[in-house]
Structure formats: C-alpha cells, structure tokens
C-alpha cells in the first residue's frame, strides 16, 4: 500500500512539474514574441533560400529529361555510342541547347530594343527629360503656394518627399539585391538539374529504398502513386503553360510587326513571359501596348494593337490556352476553365497557378473512386443476380 501511495504520489509530482514548466515556457514564449517570430521568420527565409534552387533544379530536370532519354535512345543506334553510357552526353547537349535558346531569345530582346532606343534621338531625349522636370518643378510650386495660402505647415510634405526618397532609394537597393539573388539561384538550379539529369536513376532508387524503409507497405504504395499522380499533374502543367507562353509571344510579336507597332518583339515577347502568369500577359499587352503608342503620338495604330491584343488574348485564355492544358494534364477544357476561376476567387494569381494541377490531382483520385464504387456496386448486384438464380434453382427442384 505504501509502494502504490508513493508510486501515485510521484506520478502526480511529475504531472504538476510539467505542468509549471509548460506554463513558465509559454509566458517566456509571450514576452518575447516579436523576437520569436523574428527569428522563426529568418529561419524559414534560409530554408527557403535553400530549398528554392533545389525545387528549381528538380523542376528543370523534369522538364528537360524528355529531351534526354530520346537523345539517349537516339545515340543507342550509333554503333559507335551503342557500347557505352550516352547519359552525359545526352545531358550535356540537352543543357548547351536549352542555354542556347535561352541566350538566343534574350540576344533578340536586347537586340530590338538597342535599335528601338537607337530611333530616338539624343534632343528628343533631352526634350523629354526637361519637360519631365519642369513638370515636378511646377507641381511642388503649385503645392507649396496652396500650403503658403491656407497657412499650412510644410514640414510634413517635406516629410513626405523624404519618406518617397528613402522608399526609392531602399527599393533600388532591394532590386539589386533581387537580381544578385535570382543569378544566384539561376546557377545553382542549373547545377542541381544537371546532378538530376545525369543521375537520376540513382537518386529515385535511393529515396524509393529510404521511404520504404520508413513507410509501411500500404502507405509506401499510396505516396508512390500519390508521387507519380503529382509529378504528371504538375510537370504536365508547367509543359502547357511554356507552350502556351511560346504562341502567345510569337503570335503577338508578328501582328504588333505587321501593324509597325514600334518595340513590338520586345511587347510580344514580354506578353509571351507574362502569360506564364495567368492574367499577367495581357494586362503587360494593354499597359505596353498604349504607353508605346502614346509615346510615339500614333493613336490609329494604338486603337488597331488594342483591338489585336484583345482578340488574341480572348482566344487564347478560352480556347488555346484550356485546349493546351487539357492535353497535358488530361483534364476537359471547361474544368480547366472553373479551376481557374476558383483558384482566382480563393488565392488570387498563387491560386490560379495551382488550379489546374490540383485539378487535374482531384479528377485523378475522383475516378478512381468513381471507379471503386462502380465495382462494389456491380459486385453486389452479381451477387444478388447469384443468389435470385440458385433460389430459382432450389424452387424448381
């Protein structure tokens, strides 16, 4: 009996000392919130500054490696190749080609707009620039003669123009630290996608043989075809997407040339960029489109690129675009449509752009429930249509 009391009483010791520790945890936890979510908040952006070139990498790998097993199987039938492994080779013309694209897309960019810029002359330049400072000149004489008038204070104005100056000069300092970071995780993408390429036989058997170790085996079986599901679904959408940026950038860059819109690659392949978005490229289109003209004083040709701009994006986002997608995440054109705009009512441009392969994941899992319950139910009635035969059976005998 005194063993139990003791045992009882220790047991309920230990209960009110974790209890107090629980308390003195969650009132130190209190005092020093903001500190806490300062540093939580620094260590999911390093997790985060590591992770996203690895996403990335996989990403990339996943993209290209279509390219890479049909350069593999193409270099089998070489009999010179045929003795030896082509995976690198494969991967190392996969990677120069898609670079090559890259460099040549950009080297067009740059190069329509270099002769754009080259059209404008120097004193236009200037004319621009002086008319652009006169202007500032003009309103803060207005808005300080109007405070000067009604006996206003100006040192919050001043305050204003000295907030709006420190805002640009943190914002500039933020872009150039936005691209240092981006050409960062460009290299360090490419580098991983390359491992992936050139491995991935070896990486997919380690982690198989690491979740299946840890899993059991009906779980194991459930988060493969999960896995497998997932990657189509959103690998599928990735595909649809860069084929449906690549139409609308070369579509919209011939009619804006046939119009003789000036800078017209440039728009076109800016809206080719921003279609990746959606709602992105043709809101780049309109805003491009009108400050182009505008700027060059040619209101016959803004109305014409307006209305190209509208017909264009109008098929594209309600017959192109769905089309394109359904193809490559195997979903109907008008739940392509619905996804996107339940994804736009819930999460905005984040939610839109996880819409389709959600689902494209949801129409999955909902087949095979369909599917499921369709043979439960036929297996019930073939039983019923059993038992009705050797009850007519017994009868006649």
């Known amino acids: 009996m005194k063993n139990f009391n003791d045992n009882f009483l220790n047991k309920i010791m230990r209960y009110v000392l974790l209890t107090f520790l629980i308390m003195l945890i969650m009132v130190w936890a209190y005092r020093h919130m903001d500190t806490i979510l300062w540093q939580a908040g620094t260590f999911i952006g390093w997790i985060t500054g590591i992770l996203k070139p690895l996403v990335f990498g996989i990403m990339v790998a996943l993209l290209l490696s279509p390219v890479v097993h049909r350069l593999e199987r193409g270099f089998s039938h070489v009999p010179i190749l045929r003795k030896h492994r082509t995976r690198g080779l494969s991967v190392a013309i996969t990677v120069l080609a898609a670079l090559l694209v890259f460099f040549l897309v950009a080297s067009l960019l740059l190069s329509s707009l270099t002769n754009s810029l080259q059209a404008v ?79 991935h036989e070896g990486f997919i058997a380690y982690w198989t043989k690491a979740a299946k170790s840890i899993l059991p085996e009906r779980e194991y079986s459930y988060f493969m075809e999960f896995l497998g599901n997932a990657g189509h679904a959103f690998i599928g959408y990735v595909r649809g997407q860069l084929l449906d940026a690549v139409f609308v950038g070369v579509t919209m860059s011939i009619i804006l040339s046939l119009i003789e819109v000036p800078y017209a690659l440039l728009i076109g392949m800016m809206m080719g960029i921003g279609n990746l978005i959606p709602y992105v490229g043709p809101a780049v289109g309109y805003v491009s489109v009108t400050f182009v003209c505008v700027f060059a004083q040619d209101h016959s040709k803004l ?85 009705a035969t050797d009850g007519e059976k017994e009868t006649r005998e």
Request: aromatic residues 10%; charged residues 15%; hydrophobic residues 50%.
């Open 121 to 199: 002359s120097v004193e236009n330049l200037k004319i621009i620039a002086n008319n652009f400072q006169e202007s500032i000149s003009g309103i803060w004489s207005l808005v300080t003669e109007v405070m000067d008038r009604f006996h206003i204070d100006r040192s919050f104005l001043q305050e204003a123009v000295n907030n709006a100056s420190n805002w640009a000069r943190n914002s500039a300092t933020s872009a150039a630290k936005g691209v240092t970071g981006f050409m960062t995780t460009a290299f360090f993408s490419l580098i991983f996608s390359i491992y992936f390429m050139a491995d």
């Open 303 to 387: 109305l014409i690129a307006l209305i190209a701009v509208f017909v264009v994006t109008t098929i594209d986002g309600n017959v192109i675009n769905p089309r394109i997608l359904s193809n490559a995440v195997s979903v109907h054109p008008v739940l392509v449509i619905a996804a996107l705009l339940v994804g736009s009512a819930v999460g905005g441009v984040t939610g839109m752009f996880l819409a389709v392969p959600v689902a494209s994941l949801i129409r999955i899992y909902f087949d095979k429930l369909v599917d499921w319950r369709c043979e439960e139910t036929d297996e019930k009635l073939g039983k019923k249509i059993d038992r």
